[in-house]
């Protein structure tokens, strides 16, 4: 077996297993409950070791990669393993269910990191950061590679991308549900397919959409010759 090569902390090769290049998470996380194992530690203490050291090790593949269900329900167990204790390298009972321990603990929990979650906020944060920073050289190599004639919000998925960058449009299709557009003068906005409106169901307009009106712009519904630029509808 080929030795893994990394940059910057992350597997600069991606192959087709996912969850062979990944692989190393686990083993750090291991690696460190190992080195706990023969230390007496209360609950306090391994709250403060799972919410400080295990939990930070896998967050910058996080905010890289969309990380498979699958490996993040492995590394779930073994913190959860770590929280409840093993006696003769077997596990103890499990009184409550994980996610019921991801829970703020105003809630009840114990404020543990939900993964999935975390790896959500990652990336839709890496997200909003292209959508929002054009400038940034990362931005304008993502445009020039992916999307040079379209939006970012607007460019669809292919199969043939790498990973990395359908982590990010993952990212990219979660901020959307929440996203829209501050009108200014309307020039950029569409008014049928873009979200603008400030309602809390939908940003979009409820009305049927004319066959000729695809591409009709908000600034077509201004009417300037008022002082606070009305919508005309």
């Known amino acids: 077996m080929c030795e893994r090569v990394m940059y910057l902390g992350l597997p600069a090769i991606v192959g087709r ?32 070791l799972l919410k400080s050291v295990l939990a930070a090790i896998p967050s910058y593949a996080m905010s890289c990669f969309q990380i498979p269900d699958g490996i993040c329900k492995e590394i779930t167990s073994l913190f959860s393993n770590f929280w409840w204790g093993t006696n003769n390298d077997k596990r103890k ?59 970012f919000l607007q460019v669809p998925i292919s199969k043939y991308t790498s990973w990395v960058w359908k982590s990010i449009l993952w990212g990219r299709d979660l901020l959307s549900r929440g996203v829209r557009w501050n009108v200014s ?43 606070h630029g009305i919508c005309r509808f």
């Open 93 to 151: 009972m499990h009184f409550e269910k994980w996610e019921k321990l991801c829970e703020p603990k105003f809630k009840g929990g114990l404020g543990f990191r939900d993964l999935k979650a975390f790896n959500m906020a990652l990336l839709v944060k890496l997200a909003w950061r292209i959508l929002t920073k054009p400038d940034l050289l990362v931005s304008h190599v993502l445009k020039g590679k992916y999307f040079p004639k379209e939006s």
């Open 17 to 48: 297993s996912k969850k062979e290049m990944l692989a190393f998470i686990k083993d750090r996380i291991l690696s460190k409950i190992k080195g706990w194992k023969g230390k007496f530690l209360s609950q306090a203490g391994k709250e403060v």
């Open 185 to 227: 003068n309307g020039k950029s906005v569409r008014v049928w397919r873009d979200p603008w409106l400030p309602r809390d169901n939908s940003f979009y307009p409820l009305s049927m959409m004319s066959g000729t009106a695809t591409n009709m712009k908000v600034s077509e519904l201004i009417d300037d010759s008022t002082n």
